[in-house]
């Protein structure tokens, strides 16, 4: 990229990620599910980003997003549920790039690397609670897997153990939520497709 292009690059993924940062502070919770389950629109800014202008300022909105809401809100899970979002970046940005990429980026390879990534993702949160994200939770707060998992089932008593909390809670809770997200995030970049600013944008990038 030119010295004026990269500005520009730099310019719009600092906006959007400021956009990100606000919106995952402006979050709300879904009845029956556990208290650290909130549902925000802060990956609307990052499939933005990611289309516009590529894996690389995708990845960068999604982190600074998360340093934002650290240094303005604080933490309510003890830096657990940030870790998570880090880890999952780059699961969530990468192969929404390839395959939108790889289909020739028009609006039918944006829609189908949504589609694509969202199983994806939702298997990947399942894996990450299981594994990590519960387990370091449990450990933060000075409690074993079994006693999160019945707190949590202090909300929903259906939930009993961890297998029940990744179908009740974890699946429909990041299918809700994503969902969202790449709904209104394709809305908005079709928009701007419409206008022919995507046009503009991607011509900025590339050259």
Known sequence: ?????????????????????????????????????????????????????????GICVEVIKILIKLITVGTTTMFVGEFANLLGTLLFVLPLWFVFKKLGQTRKAAVISLGVNLPVRIAFSCFLNACITLPLYAKAMG????????????????????PLFLVLATIPFNLIKLLLNYIVGYLLYDRLKELKVVKEWRARYDS
């Open 143 to 162: 409690l074993s897997l079994d006693e999160v998992v019945r707190t949590v089932g202090a909300v929903n008593p259906l939930i009993r153990n961890l």
């Open 1 to 57: 990229m030119k010295t004026s292009n990269k500005t520009y690059y730099f310019i719009v993924t600092a906006m959007l990620s400021a956009v990100a940062g606000i919106l995952m502070s402006l979050e709300f919770p879904i009845p029956l599910m556990p208290p650290f389950y909130k549902v925000d629109f802060s990956d609307v800014p990052s499939v933005i980003a990611t289309f516009l202008l590529g894996p690389v300022s």
